[in-house]
T-cell receptor, first 115, second 115 residues
Framework: GENVEQHPSTLSVQEGDSAVIKCTYS??????FPWYKQELGKRPQLIID?????GEKKDQRIAVTLNKTAKHFSLHITETQPEDSAVYFC??????????????FGTGTRLQVTL | DVKVTQSSRYLVKRTGEKVFLECVQD?????MFWYRQDPGLGLRLIYF???????EKGDIPEGYSVSREKKERFSLILESASTNQTSMYLC??????????????FGPGTRLTVT
């Protein structure tokens, strides 16, 4: 099955700096790579996703890049703000195969944005 | 707006008890998932369901079973609770693959403590 590794497990940046979280996956059949944000005490929510037919996707201060050859993808947050503090999870899957849109999640990165 | 609810936010049970965790979604989603979330281990898939009465094992099904008698409801059952099942349990649902979107919508979680 799929295996997703995520690094770092914790990340502390100063407000205004950039943050990068990296994930690798093992199954070359995976073609969908979402990122979820979980604020303290709240449920995970999708913030951005990328499919394997593109190499980069951007949404305001958030961007995700994908390198299919190396089987890794990254989340980039620019101009970080205190409200970016949360746990971020990457995931990988191939929603079109199997019986459901199953995902394998990484172990999470706790991002702390300090003033 | 998709709403996924779970029957309890906090639950304390004794070793050996049978435990039922309930999840309800109101968006007519075909797919439903049960995860457990533990520090440093991320979100691990226990079971998922792609239709009424249809279920498949996830990555860590041992000690758990599920039931999906109605489309909107997905139950996780711990037949005989053990202390190593103390965890945060998250339910999620997602639309059918034919929709072209694969976002998983999470419930608020149930923190289960087994003593």
């Amino acid at each position: 099955g799929e295996n997703v590794e995520q690094h770092p497990s914790t990340l502390s940046v100063q407000e205004g700096d950039s943050a990068v979280i990296k994930c690798t996956y093992s199954d070359s059949a995976s073609n969908y790579f979402p990122w979820y944000k979980q604020e303290l005490g709240k449920r995970p929510q999708l913030i951005i996703d990328i499919r394997s037919n593109v190499g980069e996707k951007k949404d305001q201060r958030i961007a995700v890049t994908l390198n299919k050859t190396a089987k890794h993808f990254s989340l980039h947050i620019t101009e970080t703000q205190p409200e970016d503090s949360a746990v971020y999870f990457c995931a990988a899957g191939n929603p079109q195969t199997g019986t459901a849109s199953k995902l394998t999640f990484g172990t999470g990165t706790r991002l702390q944005v300090t003033l | 707006d998709v709403k996924v609810t779970q029957s309890s936010r906090y639950l304390v049970k004794r070793t050996g008890e049978k435990v039922f965790l309930e999840c309800v979604q109101d968006m007519d989603h075909e797919n439903m998932f049960w995860y457990r979330q533990d520090p440093g281990l991320g979100l691990r898939l226990i079971y998922f369901s792609y239709d009424v009465k249809m279920k498949e094992k996830g990555d860590i099904p041992e000690g758990y079973s599920v039931s999906r008698e109605k489309k909107e409801r997905f139950s996780l059952i711990l037949e005989s609770a053990s202390t190593n099942q103390t965890s945060m349990y998250l339910c999620a649902s997602s639309p059918p693959r034919t929709s072209g979107t694969y976002e998983q919508y999470f419930g608020p979680g149930t923190r289960l403590t087994v003593t």
